[in-house]
């Protein structure tokens, strides 16, 4: 097996890349190294100034991934400021705004950097449209996961599995393009 190190201290997202490169021979390995994750308009931003933070301190090639939750009635929001309003005013709170509107549609997006010494930094780019619920439904995942149901299923993300919900989601998606770049067909 070869080893590529994850930048991240969520350890849901790791279980999630673990799961999704162990079938082309990778062994994932966590490093809670800590990077600012500076206030930006998109994720690939906040990913690009994470990899120049990390690049300074690690040598070898790694990843990490910058997510968020976009609300379509909500303008978009919290996208870039999922953590922020998760660690503040967290799923209640979402719920709480969501109360008087009818479109519940929103997306989570994914991106990965991809860093290897002395290239161009990569980036993978996953959706994943879906619904939110009314309620917390569910114990597994992570985040926004209880409120979040993917398009055209009926059980939220944390209702499923991590093989489940990886085969459906946004980070999935762009692990799977990681997984391209690592392991070409
Ligand atoms: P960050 O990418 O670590 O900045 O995370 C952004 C925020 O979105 C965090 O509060 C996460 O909990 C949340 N989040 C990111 N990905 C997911 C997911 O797959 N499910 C649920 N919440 C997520």
Do not use: W
Not at 114 to 126: D, K, L
């Amino acid at each position: 097996m070869k080893q590529l190190v994850f930048i991240t201290s969520n350890k849901g997202k790791f279980a999630e890349a673990a799961v999704r490169l162990a079938p082309i021979g990778y062994t994932v390995v966590q490093q809670d190294l800590g990077y600012p994750e500076v206030q930006a308009d998109s994720l690939q931003e906040v990913a690009q100034f994470g990899v120049e933070s990390v690049q300074k301190r690690v040598q070898s090639a790694f990843f990490l991934e910058d997510s968020g939750l976009f609300v379509s009635s909500l303008a978009g929001f919290p996208g870039v400021y999922s953590k922020y309003v998760f660690l503040t005013i967290g799923l209640r709170g979402v719920l709480q705004l969501m109360k008087v509107k009818t479109d519940r549609t929103a997306v989570f997006r994914s991106v990965v950097a991809y860093s290897q010494p002395g290239e161009e930094t990569e980036f993978f780019v996953g959706e994943c449209p879906g619904t939110l619920t009314y309620e917390p439904q569910g114990m597994g995942g992570f985040g926004y996961d209880p409120i979040f149901i993917p398009k055209g299923g009926d059980r939220t993300f944390a209702d499923m599995t991590t093989q489940e919900k990886t085969r459906l989601s946004h980070r999935g998606k762009s692990l799977d393009m990681l997984a391209r770049r690592l392991a070409p067909a």
